[in-house]
């Protein structure tokens, strides 16, 4: 399939790198996708990768088949009133009256509400909740959260996410180790210890352009969807991992 | 609840660390274990952790609730046919018509039949079977299986099986890099990697105690199933993982 | 100190890094380094960092202080005629009439020939010329070298480096075993495995940046030497690693 | 060369697995190596590995090139006073006065003082003593120290030693981050990052034995030194480490 994809908030940080994905047009999951719409609110930048960069009230270049939303929760909002397609929000920060009307427009589309987009920090997400040693097992777990040093948040979101999902499985009493150093991308481990063997899962990113790469590959997912409805990344790719087991 | 165990093949080499595990009783998941009756064709050794050495022409010690089989085959069949009990049979090498036997043992009674019983590889091949990234996210897989200089077989028996659950979800032409070296118990290590980021799971051994601690893991939960039948270990601890997920 | 540095090159994949190092200036080991003359051979990018791209035959913008180049051989040797300074020289691939004419220059000036300028992998053969075990250690060596897949040479420079390294102390038939993969911007690994211990020193660059900030390192370095030669990487540094031995 | 070996302290954790490397011989750095005499104050154990347990002062069985001493602190100023050859002491906590007692012995033979023989650690130290990269490299440092949930103490004697090598190179601030948990014989991680790299070294033991053969490979150096002195393992084997670099 060929999709015209439009990015909102093509100026920032993330939307610069999903812009430059689909710049060339991307092979991706057996797609063909292409940048077809930018916009911001900067007057700064004028074109992205060829496309010109307009603002949510000059009249849109092309029809597009889904949004990818890196911006701010204003912005998005402008975005929902003048859209009418599947939409992958990877904007943070929403009031609760924002997400209501998120959720609202969700009932007519598909909608993927993700602030992490990375593929395979949804597969260490997946170990946790499906692939944990029963507690009785005897393992105690330990969880690292390495990143650059002008990140602000310690422990990592990420790692918050990682403790929730221990706890869940039973684990209690998980400390997270957070260092904030240099220019480490992102890299999260679990360890898993007992008096006899260890099990370790390391996530670690090469580079912030995997969250540009996951959100369209949430792009596509929601478009062979077919049905309206509010979606988190793990919801919208369950069964994506089912039907393997023996 | 208190649970007696035999251990038969007690003098060779797992079966000694089955019985010193047992020794002085062992709190394994919320139960209590005792060596009670200690199995070996050999007359060098007659008592193992203060239990007699027997074989299975002599009377028996005491009532058995359960039993663990680290032996050879003929030993295996010897045992079945003066057992009544759950049975767990770590012994490997069996031809057609002993399978035959185990499997008509197995009407009666409920028997785990594993050539390894390290829980932490289970966790292993339980996240191979459900978390693996889905194969169109762009993910290679690589596979390392370091051991002791002694083993003989490369890859190990576990990275046959490593590969076959990565070729299960679609991952072609998988390669396994063995190393052969030191003193090196077991370490097995899965590596998934994309343009942006990777996952790797490792699994390390400390000693060789892993294997008669998982033996009795698989014991206490042969006897709380409660139903006759054959089971590989993934089978009969697949409900201790379920339930989890949100 | 503040110095003001010219790259050769400019606008080559390397160029552009060491210029966007040196684009707002950089604070380097206690000095303050600019971009003070930028050359290459292209047309198409007229600046680069705000600073004009010219070339060899076009007249000099400011005095530089010390030179990188990163280009090809012919461009190299330009460089060599035009300019009066040390020179950083990270460009491969010279014949040995060229390496002749390095060497002429370097009776005048300061020069460091190094084809890899990462910063890291020079501490990897320091331990390897300083730190292995003897072999009567009963340590065996095994290397790994991951790369993403656009790069052609497996193993990589630094992976046969680290085997002549090993060689010189005596560890014989090392394998390195090299996986080209996704984006990997490149990883080395050493495991010294005996019958009851491990030790592994493992290197891993984020991003080609490396080379940049190395380069840079270097043309520093070079400026505190104060009189001519020839120097690899390893020997220019040398002195920066001693005096610390108890 | 064939060397006769004492033990001191032969019935204690560690007298018992150097004992046990000794039983049938250890051919170990070109020397064979076999155990002669054996010394404990136990009533219990009357014989390891087929030589008689004896106390001091029973008369001795054979003639002893050098003793190993992992004993405590009464038991080695005993052994000083019945013996007349150089000796690998293991033994901790000694006063100021056995310690002066230690070195007077010292004027005589050979002493190697070491709390901790592995020969892996020393590698470690070897590392951060000359192969740290300068400060003003832009790297920090950061200190892993895992070991099992028997082990008191926290940081290691070891992770104190690596953040007082570091200190030495001049890393301010180093932190130790410390587990206590499971099974694991022990392992520490020292990880330099900076903004575009990182080198990591980890040292695992496999199991104990690692430090009794680490006291014999210490007792083998001792008697090729042919000197009197009180060395430190990182004193004795500097020279094993020399001559190597380019």
Chains 1, 2, 3, 4 share one sequence.
């Not at 920060?93 to 993700?114: P, Q």
């Amino acid at each position: 399939m060929i999709y015209k994809v439009g990015v909102n908030g093509v100026t920032g940080r993330m939307g610069v790198e999903v812009a430059a994905l689909l710049g060339q047009g991307l092979q991706l999951a057996s797609n063909y996708l292409e940048l077809a719409d930018a916009v911001a609110n900067s007057d700064k930048v004028t074109s992205v990768e060829g496309v010109t960069v307009r603002t949510w009230k000059s009249p849109s270049r092309e029809p597009v088949h889904v949004w990818v939303d890196f911006s701010r929760p204003a912005a998005t909002m402008s975005m929902l009133e003048s859209i009418d397609t599947p939409v992958v929000i990877c904007t943070t920060g929403f009031s609760e009256s924002e997400l209501a009307k998120i959720e609202n427009y969700s009932k007519r589309h598909a909608v993927l509400l993700a602030a992490n987009t990375s593929p395979g920090m949804s597969v260490v997400r997946r170990f946790l909740a499906q692939a944990l040693p029963p507690t009785d097992w005897g393992f105690s777990a330990h969880v690292e959260d390495i990143h650059h040093r002008h990140k602000r948040d310690a422990p990592s979101g990420s790692a918050k996410e990682i403790v929730r999902l221990l706890e869940k499985a039973g684990y209690e009493g998980v400390q997270v180790h957070a260092i904030r150093t240099g220019g480490v991308v992102g890299e999260h481990e679990v360890r898993l210890i007992s008096d006899n063997e260890e099990i370790s899962i390391v996530h670690r990113a090469f580079d912030r352009r995997v969250f540009a790469k996951g959100s369209l590959l949430g792009a596509v997912k929601l478009l062979s969807v077919g049905k309206s409805g509010l979606y988190s990344w793990d919801e919208l790719f369950s069964d994506a991992f089912e039907g393997r087991s023996e």
